[in-house]
């Protein structure tokens, strides 16, 4: 159920549609200052109404792809101002597409530059955006004891039974996450000397870590039509870590070579990997044991992204002369 903030004539205007608005509106004006900081104000010019409409799109088109059962048709979904939900993940496939297209029409020469200020933006974004939930039933978890306070929890009125529950606040959780990589990418992009691409590939590994997760926390996860056992968003968030640790390998090798113990780093990535993937496993068989079974997730993803940033750290450190041996 949707609160109303106001209403103006027969228009009803709803908090949560603000919020995801500001949300927008903030990524927009973050991407613009980082851009004209860099020189790039036609680049931000052309990406942002792009990026605006394809998101639109997309986001709709995903949701209805993963929840047909909630529309009369495909073009009553696809209908401006129709009733529906927005898949996030649309969101990243249309600005990815706009700065590409913006790449193309050669307003910019540095496309993982670009992608990179998309992401420090997104998350600003993020953070903003995922506080709509306060305002509606979307994106919690399981039920939890009355004792458990925010930001781990908060009430909801069940649209079905009319009971209050205090259910895992798994979007404030989120917009958490969200918050902290923000304050990371933007440290990271304060160095004078930093390569392109390098805070897109440590957002992809922080957030899709999280989402991994969380994602599977909630109640309302959308799914492939082919697959209801693993949601579309942990099926990303697992190909962005995994693109996350080869890049960072191919950039570790390239740059100083192969050692012996790269290998140990790749098998304890394998590990992590399949730890975290068999407690996906056990905790929808096991939900009574789900407190347990998310910890040791966690763990595990917590562990995989600790080994990656050791081999960016690794891959991205200089080699340094010392007479005639060269010390990596």
Not at 1 to 28: H, K, P, Q
Not at 171 to 190: C, D, E, K, N
Not at 227 to 248: C, D, E, K, P, T
Not at 284 to 313: D, K, N, P, W
Request: charged share 15%; with cysteine.
């Amino acid at each position: 159920m949707e609160r109303i903030a106001f209403i103006s004539g027969e228009s009803f205007y709803y908090w949560s549609t603000i919020l995801t608005v500001l949300g927008a509106a903030c990524a927009a004006c973050l991407f613009w200052s980082l851009c004209l900081r860099g020189g790039e104000a036609m680049a931000a010019a052309v990406a942002v109404p792009i990026a605006a409409g394809l998101s639109v799109v997309l986001a709709r088109l995903i949701h209805w792809y993963c929840r047909t059962n909630s529309y009369e048709s495909f073009s009553a979904a696809m209908t401006p101002g129709a009733p529906g939900g927005y898949a996030l993940m649309g969101v990243f496939a249309g600005c990815i597409l706009a700065a590409v297209l913006v790449r193309l029409l050669k307003l910019t020469r540095d496309l993982p530059r670009m992608l990179d200020r998309l992401c420090i933006s997104g998350s600003a974004g993020i953070a903003v955006g995922r506080l709509a939930s306060f305002y509606n039933t979307s994106d919690r978890g399981g039920v939890l004891a009355d004792s458990v306070p925010m930001p781990w929890a908060y009430p909801v009125t069940n649209p079905v039974s009319g009971v209050v529950e205090n259910r895992l606040a798994t979007f404030l959780i989120q917009a958490m996450f969200a918050s902290a990589i923000l304050l990371v990418l933007s440290l990271l992009s304060l160095r004078k000397k930093k390569r392109s691409g390098d805070a897109t590939l440590v957002f992809l590994l922080l957030y899709g870590a999280s989402q991994v997760v969380l994602d599977s926390t909630r109640y309302d996860s959308l799914y492939l039509r082919s697959n209801g056992f693993i949601s579309v968003v942990q099926i990303l968030g697992a190909a962005s870590i995994v693109l996350s640790a080869v890049v960072y390998s191919i950039w570790l090798v390239k740059n100083h070579g192969m050692k012996p113990f790269y290998g140990g780093l790749w098998l304890a990535l394998l590990a992590l990997t399949a730890g975290a993937g068999y407690m996906e496993y056990y905790v929808q068989r096991h939900g009574s044991e789900a407190a347990f079974a998310y910890s040791v997730m966690s763990a595990c993803l917590a562990g995989y992204a600790a080994v990656t940033l050791l081999i960016r750290f690794l891959a991205l450190r200089k080699k340094r002369y010392i007479g005639k041996r060269l010390r990596v």
